[in-house]
């Protein structure tokens, strides 16, 4: 039962016939609930057709033809035909109506081909711009098509038209264009149905209270239900209501009309409004807040290279961003560090050996290098390390250290013994505490041009500049090489 509802599909691309007659059932169905919804002389002041029309010509692209629209259309006239005098008025006012679906089905339509990057299904700010525009259309050609049909004149019916138009497009189509069968996935649980409560309350609410500030009291119970539930609930009970306030206040149940000015119901009213209203930007920044933090978590997981577990790229360029606010200049050295013949342990042993020997080197230079100096993985097999030393010798002496505690570590394989070793190069500087990220990325420049050269002369070797005698150490015995 439930997969012959899930997978019902009123249109189909390839069944023109049952197309043409959804259609014109959809529009002369719409027709009569819009008529029967007729509050205010001629006209509604709730209009639903357009909206539904609209959002079922936008979601489904196909139905974006001429012959469709003019079944609509012809569907629409019938049903003035049989129920009103209105004559050729008829023709003008129906068009209107054709003005408001067509635009808003080819500007959604149209969005959806051309913004791939917008979240489908709907982007709520763009369609409450197409609305806006659909509706002045609409209101423009309804407003001409109904001048004198009840003696009114343009400028009246034009805003009747319009409002009416913009308010039930934007309640109806982010509706219309979400709309599906839900599926319980998880046990309903009583306090899932909070907010919905919340919202018939605070509806409640603005009968009770009137005003119009009242009208604004269900938006904090919508921003909750928006957070706790669903896009297409949140759109169906923001229709649901939308609709309810203006048929309650159509029908005087919620009195918006106010005799004098500032009387104190309205301020009473006003301020509650006012209140909600703020209400709601609180509630959208405590959202905000948890995703920031959310973001900061992921941020701080970016900060580390997850099979070496020291800095990654990134976190090293944001510990020397944080070491700036520290106000003492300090001599650095920057070592980068490459691991000789890697590919061949990839080769002979496999990528798993490779990832697992990335992970014991890295830990073996974080050990030599300390709490205090940085490690970072820069990419593939290559490592950096920032460290304060005295002087250019010191931060040379612990390369030295680092790369002879390599040369010497046994790593172990599936009973198998490894070794490997190490190129440095080198590069240092005395840096003030603001400038740390500038001399860093100078000297990392240097330490590539001396790892390059330590690769040249051989690998297994530390390389540095000496402004007298480059200062190259020659390592006196390789070990084994793997
Ligand atoms: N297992 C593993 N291998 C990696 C990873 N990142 C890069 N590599 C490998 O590291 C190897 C680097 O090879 P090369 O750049 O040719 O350098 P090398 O073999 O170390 O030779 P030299 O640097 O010239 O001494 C490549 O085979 C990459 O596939 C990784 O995360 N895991």
């Given at each position: 039962m439930r997969?012959?509802l899930t ?173 599906k069968i839900p599926e319980i996935k998880h046990p309903v649980r009583v306090d899932h149905f909070m907010p919905v409560l919340a919202l018939i ?20 119970a919508?921003?909750w239900c928006a957070v706790r539930y669903s896009l297409p609930a949140t759109?169906l009970l923001?229709?649901v ?242």
């Open positions: 997969s012959s997978s019902f599909k009123p249109f189909l691309p390839d069944n023109p016939l049952r197309n043409a007659v959804g259609i014109f059932v959809l529009t002369t169905l719409f027709y009569f609930i819009g008529a029967e919804l007729r509050l205010v002389e001629a006209l509604s002041l709730f209009w639903p057709l357009n909206g539904v029309m609209a959002g079922v010509f936008a979601r489904y692209a196909y139905l974006n033809r001429l012959h469709y629209y003019a079944v609509s259309y012809v569907a629409m006239l019938l049903y003035d035909a049989v129920t009103t005098n209105w004559g050729i008025a008829s023709v003008v006012i129906n068009l209107s109506n054709m003005m408001f679906i067509v635009t808003v089905a080819l500007l959604v339509t149209r969005d959806r081909r051309r913004g791939r990057e917008t979240p489908d299904p709907i982007n709520a700010l763009r369609l409450f711009n197409f609305c806006l525009i659909a509706a002045l259309l609409c209101a423009l050609v309804g407003a001409m098509g109904s001048v004198g049909i009840d003696s009114q004149t343009f400028w009246p019916l034009f805003a009747d038209w319009f409002s009416e138009q913009f308010s039930t497009g934007v309640l109806i189509l982010p509706c219309l264009l979400t709309v309350v605070s509806v409640a609410a603005s009968v009770v209270i009137g005003g119009a500030g009242s009208l604004a009291f269900p938006l904090p919508l921003i759109c923001t229709f209501t939308g609709g309810v306030e203006i048929i309650l206040v159509a029908n005087s149940i919620i009195n918006i009309a106010v005799a004098a000015p500032l009387s104190t119901p309205m301020m009473f009213s006003a301020r509650l409004g006012i209140a909600t209203m703020a209400i709601c930007p609180v509630m959208v920044s405590v959202s905000v807040a948890a995703i920031n933090s959310l973001i900061h978590q992921v941020s701080l997981r970016a900060d580390y290279d997850f099979l070496t577990r020291v800095y990654s790229r990134s976190g090293l360029y944001e510990a020397l961003k944080n070491e700036e606010s520290h106000r003492h200049p300090r001599f650095l050295t920057v070592m980068l560090l490459d691991i000789d013949y890697f590919k061949s342990i990839n080769d002979n042993y496999g990528h798993e050996c490779g990832d697992r020997v990335l992970a014991e080197f890295a830990g073996k230079v974080q050990q030599e290098v300390g709490e205090d100096g940085l490690v970072a993985r820069m990419g593939g097999e290559e490592f950096a390390v920032v460290v304060n030393s005295v002087d250019a010798r010191q931060g040379f002496e612990l390369a030295e250290r680092i790369r002879e505690a390599v040369a010497s570590h046994a790593f172990s394989w599936r009973q198998q013994t490894l070794f490997l070793t190490v190129s440095i190069g080198l590069g240092s500087a005395r840096a003030e505490s603001w400038q740390l990220t500038e001399v860093f990325n100078k000297l990392m420049a240097e330490a590539d041009e001396y790892l390059y050269r330590s690769k040249k002369a051989g690998r297994n070797r530390t390389s540095a500049r000496q402004p007298d005698d480059p200062l190259v150490a020659e390592v006196q015995k390789s070990p084994e090489q793997v």
